[in-house]
């Protein structure tokens, strides 16, 4: 896989690297998105663009609430980001099956419904995230990532910024709700 550097993924941003507090969010987010386990997501698919692009834009999302409601817009940037980093991806994908298959072990197992991808993947996320980014260990985010699946997980998100997540990802998320229903009950 071929490293994005610093300034291509500016580049690459086209949504995004005209707006206002781009430079602020860029310098908050830029040491994760500049490691190759992060930009692995761009091989994650993820409904109809790629856990990268997704991840993306939720955290900008959340960086521009959190200011609004005044939070730690570096705690909901993180938070954002690393929202879906959970460890194996749940669509088929070419390209991560070429790079390293163990991105896609358990794609095909059988899973009871509450162990499906939508009910799981939040828990795995806040695991992932310790594993990888341990430097970044804190509370909030913890929480902004644990919570971000609310309603379908029930458990209440707890600080501003866990509530600011996990509205940003339904905002980027709604026109996907059929594709996520179908996957939940299909595919798990
Ligand atoms: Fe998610
Ligand atoms: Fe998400």
């Not at 705690?75 to 669509?91: N, V």
């Not at 939040?122 to 970044?136: D, G, P, T, V």
Request: charged share 30%; glycine share 2%.
């Amino acid at each position: 896989m071929y490293l994005l550097k610093e300034e291509e993924i500016k580049k690459s941003l086209t949504k995004i690297n005209k707006k206002k507090y781009f430079e602020d969010w860029f310098n908050i987010v830029k040491p994760i998105l500049l490691t190759k386990e992060f930009q692995v997501r761009r091989m994650f698919s993820h409904h109809k663009e790629s856990v990268w692009d997704h991840s993306i834009d939720v955290s900008y999302k959340s960086y521009v609430l959190a200011r609004a409601f005044r939070c730690s817009t570096y705690k909901a940037s993180i938070g954002g980001l690393l929202h879906d980093f959970y460890p194996h991806c749940w669509r088929y994908s070419k390209k991560l099956e070429q790079y390293d298959s163990s991105y896609l072990d358990g794609l095909y197992d059988k899973k009871k419904f509450f162990k499906k991808h939508g009910f799981v993947h939040a828990k795995e996320a806040s695991i992932n995230y310790l594993k990888y980014f341990k430097e970044y260990e804190d509370e909030i985010v913890t929480d902004c990532i644990e919570k971000h699946m609310f309603p379908l997980n029930i458990r209440l998100p707890k600080y501003k910024e866990s509530w600011i997540v996990t509205i940003s990802d339904k905002i980027d998320s709604i026109l996907d709700i059929p594709i996520i229903l179908f996957y939940l009950i299909k595919k798990g």
